[in-house]
């Protein structure tokens, strides 16, 4: 038996604790629908006083996730605030202020440049660096598509800024590539990255400084638990931040059929990433 406890309630670390990094895609909504249970878990802590934060991996500006959020379903009632990847992120493009930048991404990513006077527009080979946000079409291609390109910025030894650490979300119940694959084959070829998102230091530092400004107060790390499905970027993150965490069940890792404790026996077997406070199959209140 693993030593991680496998909840059916989130309610008991209501007690323990004032504020929640709270991952959204995979945990708040699958990409199309949101969650009910999850909404209501947010919602349940909300009202007796906690405070909860939406810290994505998303490279949209938090403005943009919450009307992506709006969209799809997920209920503002269900959180006080938003943290993204792409927020700070944004403070690595402008230091290429007046620079040639290649965007690689979609058109819906351009607003991580939107007020920076750093701007895309470069082609791959005049490109001083790259800001990745994602494949410019993650339905039909994969980290395969972009070898040519990235074997060409690769030779002339352009930086890489990742707007979106994550390597693969589910979408609907299929599993799409995000940015985080494509630097990951940039950085197997030897070129360099730029994290600022999940598992790296800058977005847990900005999401405990709005939760202090949210709650009026400094906030212990020991008040503070991370939610998500994520192992390499929600729960390692976390567990280099100092803060608990909770590991909630994603196909992305946990394989059709598996009992939780046997994924966490083997998601969780080595303490080199960090381990959850306790996995859940649901995130329920």
């Known amino acids: 038996m693993t030593d991680i406890p496998v909840l059916s309630s ?9 504020l929640w990094f709270v991952d959204i895609w995979g945990v708040m909504h699958n990409g ?11 919602e349940a802590f909300c009202k007796q006083g906690g405070t909860v934060l939406l810290v994505t991996n998303s490279p949209r500006p938090r403005e943009g996730v919450a009307k992506q959020l709006d969209g799809i379903g997920v209920s503002r009632d269900a959180y006080d605030g938003i943290v993204s990847s792409g927020d ?30 750093a701007q895309p527009g470069a082609v791959v080979e005049d490109a001083e660096v790259a800001v990745c946000t994602g494949l410019y079409d993650d339905e039909t291609e994969t980290p395969d598509n972009y070898t040519a390109m990235l074997e060409k910025l690769r030779a002339r030894d352009v930086p890489m800024i990742c707007a979106n650490p994550d390597l693969q979300v589910e979408r609907g119940g299929r599993i799409i590539y995000c940015a985080g694959a494509i630097a990951a084959a940039y950085a197997a070829l030897g070129g360099t990255v730029h994290y600022a998102g999940k598992p790296y230091q800058p977005i847990y530092e900005l999401a405990l400084k709005i939760g202090a400004e949210k709650r009026g107060a400094m906030i212990g790390k ?15 993150g976390a567990a280099r931040f100092g803060v608990r965490s909770v590991f909630i ?37």
């Open 32 to 42: 199309v629908r949101p969650f009910a249970s999850s909404v209501a878990a947010c």
């Open 88 to 117: 700070v992120s944004r403070s690595l493009i402008e230091a290429w202020a007046g620079r040639p930048i290649l965007h690689i991404g979609p058109a819906r990513d351009v607003p991580i440049f939107s007020g920076l006077k």
């Open 249 to 285: 069940a994603s196909g992305i890792y946990v394989h059709a059929g598996e009992t939780m404790d046997h994924a966490a026996r083997r998601l969780f077997a080595h303490d080199s990433a960090g381990k959850p406070v306790a996995v859940m199959k649901d995130f329920v209140w």
């Open 222 to 236: 020991d008040r503070v638990l991370a939610i998500g499905d994520g192992v390499a970027t929600d729960i390692a």
């Open 10 to 18: 989130i309610a008991p670390f209501a007690e323990t604790s004032e």
